[in-house]
């Protein structure tokens, strides 16, 4: 079944890459144009299946286009440049509202159970869809030096869930790293979580100390956004993440 999907992948991968498709990549999506050509070839190849295999909605309103989809797609499979992949295997839909969205939430007072909500800019279900706000998807995409990308961030957690269970602890290509990545990564998460509890500056982004499952999200995001202050202040983090990810991009920093 795997060989015929991949067969399949690869037909996909060779068809025409539409030319106002391109255009959106250039104008919505600025790393594209630091990638080699055979990177950029690449990533239009995955994006081609990608685009193929996956539903996109619009809620609140939002009418989907090509620009939403391409921009979205482009972000999502620049993790998967290089690596050996399945295109996020459980995802079938990409909810995409215009802007920040709310949630119901309740939070406990004492015995008392009061209602409320969230407001949020994305969010990544176990086994099921991926949410996102078309506003910070665009703003996360233009700026590409600000550490903060929300569809890195979400489909950090799709790769994550992959391995069984959303718990910082991907699939990684060999089983022999499972122990380092454990290391570096237990030892940045717990540095981290006392840093803040310290009040200390940190310049990873303090929600990273939720869980191991939001830490790998957003040093997922500095990998891709500041490489090169992740790798000079957290460089055994960044191998681990370079290794990974089969990529180095603090050698094509914009």
């Known amino acids: 079944m795997f060989g015929f999907r991949r067969r399949r992948w690869e037909k996909i991968r060779r068809q ?67 690596r050996e992949t399945k295109y996020y295997p459980s995802l079938r839909t990409i909810f995409v509202y215009p802007h920040h969205y709310f949630v119901p939430a309740e939070r406990r007072v004492g015995s008392l159970v009061i209602g409320g909500e969230d407001n949020r800019l994305g969010e990544s279900w176990h086994r099921g869809p991926v ?7 665009k703003s996360g995409a233009f700026d590409a030096h600000d550490g903060h990308n929300v569809v890195y961030h979400e489909f950090a957690h799709q790769l994550d ?45 303090a929600y990273g100390a939720t869980n191991p499952a939001e830490f790998f999200a957003v040093i997922t995001e500095a990998f891709f956004e500041t490489p090169r202050k ?23 920093a914009i």
């Open 16 to 82: 025409p890459f539409p030319a106002e498709w391109l255009a959106v990549l250039e104008r919505n999506v600025p790393v594209y144009s630091h990638l080699t050509s055979a990177e950029q070839e690449e990533l239009r190849g995955d994006i081609l299946v990608f685009l193929e295999e996956k539903t996109f909605e619009g809620c609140g309103g939002l009418e989907m286009t090509d620009e939403i989809r391409v921009t979205i797609a482009a972000q999502a499979c620049m993790l998967l440049l290089h």
């Open 230 to 252: 992740l790798k000079r202040k957290h460089p055994a983090l960044y191998e681990q993440l370079k290794e990974f990810y089969q990529q180095n991009p603090a050698e094509r």
């Open 131 to 137: 949410v996102l706000s078309w506003d910070d998807v």
């Open 161 to 205: 869930d992959e391995a069984g269970g959303t718990n910082g602890a991907p699939a990684l290509p060999r089983r022999s790293m499972y122990i380092a990545w454990a290391r570096v990564l237990g030892g940045e998460y717990q540095k981290l979580i006392d840093d803040i509890h310290h009040h200390r500056k940190t310049d990873l982004d």
